[in-house]
């Protein structure tokens, strides 16, 4: 086989598609090895069950819940579970009064905190801030290592005995004034203690009162001022690469957070009045549940409602950051009243009658391609077992990383590709057969074929992909499996095609069964209509449109009339040439042949 241009272009294809698998392999292989993950898919709610959770509405006599708050509630929540990485979980409202949240498998305690959440965002002034240490951290640390559990808080009293002082020495001014530190707020500051009880019972704090509490790990703690900013003032909160005056990226990364017309207002006159302040009268302090998520140093005044925080995230951190920010307010406080582990909705015979209508679908292809293109449908054969697994090593390297589940929704776009990917490889070959049909050779058709039919490919591919990808944004729940896979796979449609199915005929052109055009070939060119004409060479496509243009100039002379031929004999010159149209195509013909 000479190695031409083409040669070596389809073998490098063909090197790069090794490359691609071998680099899916290896991902899933680390994963399996070193974080747990599985060789196959996980499965969604309706293929392996899980477990549902009713949150009840936390409201006071005479209060009800409205269909915008229920709405809005279930909006928050499934934004949570999806930023925590469980996909195919089903969210829906029961009976005007409750939420039902269904999640696939068995979620973790940081999932399922996640969802109970009911608490407000705040935002609130620091007073006073400070480094906790062992004694202000779940305890003291006993001898053998425990950790002791923290005593009850000992009476506020002054060296009098008296009990301290819970009344401001003068009216405060506002919520960053530290005249709201009575001494009774300070005893309870000195002898708080983070992760204990007693800093459980922040969790719910009055908006109107100043709060003790710490941050997440326990690190520092805090006096803050009243509420200034209610959390519902943010509209987004993403996490982004941190740059510097000049737009040139630090490395680290950053929360960017955007505020309504009502929370740009109220930030700016916050960040104009902390903006200069001293340490740690010029931080300010986002609240969740009663723990402080974060609490920046004001660094500048800031008066188009989109302040950002920095501070040395990485890319994790301040990813789980904007989605608190994001997504930690609810419009009402929910309770969890019941939490069951639910089977299989549709179950394995289901997941069993969708594989074999699939695999039914898949035979009914290799059939129609093997009657259809004979030893070409070989080609097809092979070229869905690639598609086939590139998608699964895809799906479950997502699964590992991304927790996508496997829906019956998913199984359903992944059995339409195979129409899709057959689709792609009926346009090719008949554009190679299109190519044999006028003439050419089985090299030059091959790449010729190739040059028009992957522009039909990617257009189709395309059209597609974009109808996955609106449907994916746009949709929720299983359709998003649905959507999630056909994308995957019209992706996968145009790497097989490229770098597999072209690659390959270019090498079985060079081989003597399909340069000799080879009946079972299903690039025979006689079968296809070519003219032979001796010595594996074929009439062009010009001495076919001549002939078949003498055909019928004779049949136009055999439906003259009278009258017409005799006008046709004196155009010609008269009686003694008598040579009718049918005679002078005729004799054309005989001098090309």
């Given amino acids: 086989m000479a190695t031409t241009a083409p040669v070596k272009k389809a073998w490098r294809s063909l090197a790069w598609l090794l490359v691609i698998i071998v680099a899916l392999i290896g991902a899933n292989a680390f994963g399996v090895i070193k974080d747990g993950a599985t060789w196959t898919p996980q499965l969604a709610l309706d293929l392996e069950g899980g477990t549902q959770i009713v949150l009840a509405p936390t409201l006071e006599d005479g209060q009800s819940v409205s269909g915008e708050q229920l709405t809005q509630a279930v909006s928050i929540i499934r934004q949570r579970v999806d930023a925590s990485g469980v996909s195919e979980a089903e969210i829906t409202t029961q009976g005007n009064q409750n939420i039902v949240v269904s999640l696939p498998g068995t979620p973790d305690d940081a999932t399922l905190q996640r969802i109970q959440a009911s608490s407000q965002l705040q935002f609130r002034p620091v007073l006073l801030a400070s480094q906790t240490t062992s004694q202000t951290v779940g305890g003291e640390v006993n001898a053998d290592g425990t950790t002791a559990t923290p005593s009850a808080p000992a009476p506020a ?29 300070q005893d309870k500051f000195d002898n708080y203690v983070c992760g204990s009880d007693q800093s459980a019972e922040a969790g719910n704090p009055a908006s109107k009162e100043p709060l003790v509490t710490c941050d997440p790990y326990g690190l520092e703690k805090y006096i803050l001022g009243p509420v200034e900013i209610a959390g519902s003032v943010i509209t987004d909160a993403t996490a982004q690469p941190e740059t510097s005056q000049s737009g040139v990226s630090t490395g680290a990364w950053a929360v960017q957070i955007i505020m309504n017309n009502e929370g740009t207002k109220q930030f700016s006159e916050v960040s104009k009045r902390l903006y200069g302040s001293a340490e740690p009268l010029n931080r300010f302090a986002f609240v969740l549940d009663g723990s402080v998520i974060s609490a920046p140093t004001m660094q500048a005044q800031i008066t188009d409602g989109r302040p950002s925080i920095t501070g040395g995230f990485t890319q994790e951190s301040a990813k789980g950051l904007a989605d608190q920010l994001k997504f930690g307010a609810l419009p009402i406080g929910f309770t969890v009243q019941s939490l069951d582990n639910i089977s299989a909705t549709l179950g394995t015979n289901q997941l069993q009658m969708g594989l074999i209508a699939g695999l039914i679908g898949l035979l009914l292809v290799v059939l129609y391609s093997l009657l259809q293109y004979r030893l070409l449908g070989l080609v097809t054969v092979a070229s869905l077992t690639i598609a086939a697994v590139l998608a699964y090593l895809l799906i479950t390297l997502l699964s590992w990383r991304e927790g996508y589940r496997l829906s019956l929704a998913g199984v359903t776009g992944l059995i339409v590709a195979i129409g899709i990917t057959a689709d792609s490889f009926i346009v090719y070959f008949e554009r190679i057969r299109d190519e044999l049909r006028d003439g050419r050779g089985i090299d030059s058709a091959v790449q010729s074929g190739w040059k028009r039919a992957i522009r039909t490919i990617l257009a189709s591919d395309g059209v597609n992909f974009m109808a996955a990808a609106i449907l994916f944004v746009l949709a929720v729940g299983n359709v998003r499996g649905f959507a999630l896979t056909l994308g995957l796979t019209t992706i996968i449609d145009i790497v097989v095609v490229a770098l597999f199915t072209h690659p390959i005929l270019t090498l079985l052109a060079r081989t003597k069964f399909y340069s000799e055009g080879h009946r079972f070939s299903g690039l025979d060119p006689r079968q296809l209509g070519a003219v032979y004409r001796g010595r594996a060479a074929f009439r062009t496509p010009t001495d076919s449109v001549k002939a078949k243009n003498a055909g019928a100039s004779r049949e136009a002379a055999k439906r003259q009339t009278i009258a017409e031929r005799k006008a046709a004999e004196l155009a010609a010159g008269g009686d003694g040439a008598k040579t009718t149209p049918a005679d002078t195509s005729s004799t054309n013909t005989r001098k090309e042949s």
């Fill in 157 to 185: 009293v002054d060296a009098n005995g008296q009990p301290l002082s819970d009344t401001p020495s003068s009216q405060p001014t506002g919520p960053g004034d530290v005249a709201w530190i009575t001494p009774a707020l």
